[in-house]
């Protein structure tokens, strides 16, 4: 800036006193800072204006969890979830881990249970906790049976872990009544809901005569989580992270096929009064 100055005429006697005292290093300093305290408060006071349109919100409020539109289009289904095995009947075990299989099978039952009910679906458990339903195996079975055959049930949805002889095996599974299309096509809907949730390669829905999806009139299906067998599944059944998008694809799958339905008496407008 003084080098501009020196380029339009002479200084006067004050002016060059004040031009050598701003020449010593300690002034320019002192000058330097003037001129960028000065600017940075010109700048401040510029932007004045942005600062005084309100103040802003101490916390942004959380978004819903569920859309209203979600719930009230499944409310009114009714889903029954059978965690399989129970109390004395441990199921099947881990080759390396040693895992119990009925825990497994209760925990992507619960998360399961809670996504459901988040879309507003009513969820019945056949067991609650660790226990079987009865001392024995047979009078469990019944008891269980009774539940998946309460009025007005939509769909039943067993959930288990597999194991085989052959250690290579791996991968999810469901299973339906043969000769039911209502079950193959429920089946077919949860196996490529998994598949695509795992990142899995297509399969489809398996016939089969089981318990669990023979003594129902409700279409349901027995789904297989993957291989207690294989090493490398046999750890991934028990990372949190996997029972979740198992429970996803699970969650997706019935969703897609309850779509597939009529609407539920408790959706229907109330019937018009006599004339």
Same mark, same amino acid.
């Given at each position: 800036? /003084? /080098?501009?100055?020196?380029?339009?005429?002479?200084?006067?006697?004050?002016?060059?006193?004040?031009?050598?005292?701003?020449?010593?290093?300690?002034?320019?300093?002192? %000058?330097?800072? %003037?001129?960028? $305290?000065?600017?940075?408060?010109?700048?401040?006071?510029?932007?004045?204006?942005?600062?005084?349109?309100? *103040?802003?919100?101490?916390?942004?409020?959380?978004?819903? @969890?569920?859309?209203? =539109?979600?719930?009230?289009?499944?409310?009114?289904?009714?889903?029954?979830?059978?965690?399989?095995?129970?109390?004395?009947?441990? #199921?099947?075990?881990?080759?390396?881990?040693?895992?119990?299989?009925?825990?497994?099978?209760?925990?992507?039952?619960?998360?399961?249970?809670?996504?459901?009910?988040?879309?507003?679906?009513?969820? $019945?458990?056949?067991?609650? !906790?660790?226990?079987? /339903?009865?001392?024995?195996?047979?009078?469990?079975?019944?008891?269980?049976?009774?539940?998946?055959?309460?009025?007005?049930?939509?769909?039943?949805?067993?959930?288990?872990?597999?194991? %085989?002889?052959?250690?290579? @095996?791996?991968?999810?599974? =469901?299973?339906?009544?043969?000769?039911? &299309?209502? #079950?193959?096509? $429920?089946?077919?809907?949860?196996?490529?809901?998994?598949?695509?949730? +795992? &990142?899995?390669?297509?399969?489809?829905?398996?016939?089969?005569?089981?318990?669990?999806?023979? &003594?129902?009139?409700?279409?349901?299906?027995?789904?297989?989580?993957?291989?207690?067998?294989?090493?490398?599944?046999? +750890?991934?059944?028990?990372?949190?992270?996997?029972?979740?998008?198992?429970?996803?694809?699970? @969650?997706? !799958?019935?969703?897609?096929? $309850?779509? =597939?339905?009529?609407? *539920?008496?408790?959706? +229907?407008?109330?019937? *018009?009064?006599?004339?």
């Amino acid at each position: 800036m /003084l /080098l501009i100055w020196r380029n339009f005429g002479e200084y006067s006697h004050c002016e060059v006193i004040c031009l050598k005292l701003l020449r010593s290093l300690p002034w320019r300093h002192i %000058f330097d800072t %003037f001129c960028a $305290l000065a600017l940075v408060l010109l700048l401040a006071y510029a932007a004045l204006p942005f600062y005084r349109s309100g *103040p802003l919100p101490a916390e942004m409020p959380a978004l819903p @969890v569920e859309l209203p =539109t979600q719930t009230a289009l499944m409310a009114g289904y009714i889903v029954v979830l059978d965690a399989g095995h129970g109390g004395a009947d441990g #199921g099947a075990v881990g080759t390396k881990t040693k895992v119990v299989e009925k825990g497994l099978n209760m925990t992507v039952t619960r998360l399961v249970q809670e996504e459901l009910q988040a879309w507003g679906v009513r969820v $019945l458990l056949t067991r609650t !906790g660790d226990d079987a /339903l009865a001392d024995t195996k047979k009078k469990d079975m019944q008891a269980r049976k009774e539940i998946m055959n309460t009025a007005g049930v939509d769909i039943v949805v067993s959930i288990h872990m597999n194991k %085989f002889t052959d250690a290579s @095996v791996k991968g999810p599974m =469901t299973f339906y009544m043969k000769g039911s &299309e209502a #079950g193959k096509q $429920l089946s077919e809907y949860v196996i490529a809901s998994i598949c695509e949730r +795992l &990142e899995y390669p297509p399969r489809h829905g398996n016939p089969g005569d089981y318990f669990v999806v023979r &003594e129902t009139p409700a279409p349901s299906v027995l789904v297989e989580c993957g291989f207690l067998s294989n090493a490398e599944e046999e +750890l991934l059944l028990q990372d949190s992270a996997y029972q979740q998008k198992l429970a996803n694809g699970i @969650v997706a !799958g019935v969703i897609a096929y $309850l779509q =597939t339905l009529p609407c *539920p008496a408790s959706q +229907l407008p109330p019937s *018009p009064p006599p004339a």
